[in-house]
């Protein structure tokens, strides 16, 4: 079954610095989503992706956020300046656009991203 | 508000057992799903029931949705020890195309062998 792959499993960074979080939607999705949670807290929405643009985001996702799809398969969210508060878990989930309005999302596996 | 409470926070019960968990939101929905979460993992489609249903089934699983009390329930039946893990409700209630999803707080479900 087609899955969403999320590269690196783990990231380290130190605060300050910019990291670049990547996934590989299902090939045949055209919705594509970030969500992050942090340690012991629900899952949060980040932004939502669909057409080659931001379809909504969250108040989460300032001006140090942005999301890019650069070529076919890969979409990627990168965190201009981390902070220590942006250490989560960050989970990358696509959905297809059927004749359907009710269907669900897929997620990957997630990257933890741990700011120093 | 927070939408997509679950009740209880942790639940621990014998193998072959069932497990009872709930989730309460406060705005309309689209539908409400399901999702389990192993530790450290991602997150895994359970099951998914749209507004104007309510109840389904998917082998072991049971969903039911109440939409004039706002609540779901997610029960598990002769549960086994692999079921151990988080499960999360969440609501697609955007009126977009986006269809983000709220999540609940979630449950953690541990069975005993």
């Known amino acids: 079954e087609p899955e969403v792959t999320q590269t690196p499993s783990h990231q380290v960074t130190q605060m300050g610095q910019e990291v670049i979080l990547r996934c590989v939607p299902i090939s045949n999705h055209l919705y594509f989503y970030w969500y992050r949670q942090i340690l012991g807290q629900k899952v949060e929405f980040l932004v939502s992706f669909y057409n080659n643009e931001i379809s909504e985001k969250s108040e989460i996702f300032d001006d140090q956020f942005s999301v890019e799809r650069p070529d076919g398969s890969n979409f990627t969210l990168k965190i201009r300046s981390t902070k220590l508060e942006d250490s989560a878990m960050y989970f990358c989930a696509s959905r297809p656009r059927t004749g359907s309005r009710d269907q669900p999302q897929h997620f990957g596996d997630g990257t933890r991203l741990s700011i120093l | 508000s927070q939408q997509g409470e679950e009740d209880p926070q942790a639940l621990s019960i014998q193998e072959g057992e069932n497990a009872t968990m709930n989730c309460s939101y406060k705005?309309?929905?689209?539908?409400l799903q399901w999702y389990r979460q192993n530790s450290g993992r991602g997150l895994v489609h359970l099951i998914l029931i749209r507004s104007n249903e309510r109840e389904k089934h998917s082998g072991r699983l049971r969903v039911t949705l109440d939409t004039s009390k706002k609540s779901s329930s997610l029960l598990i039946t002769a549960s086994r020890a692999a079921d151990t893990a988080s499960y999360f409700c969440?609501?697609?209630?955007?009126?977009?195309?986006?269809?983000?999803?709220?999540f609940g707080s979630g449950t953690q479900l541990t069975v005993l062998p």
């Open positions: 969440a609501t697609d209630g955007a009126s977009g195309s986006a269809r983000q999803l709220t």
């Open positions: 705005t309309s929905i689209n539908n």
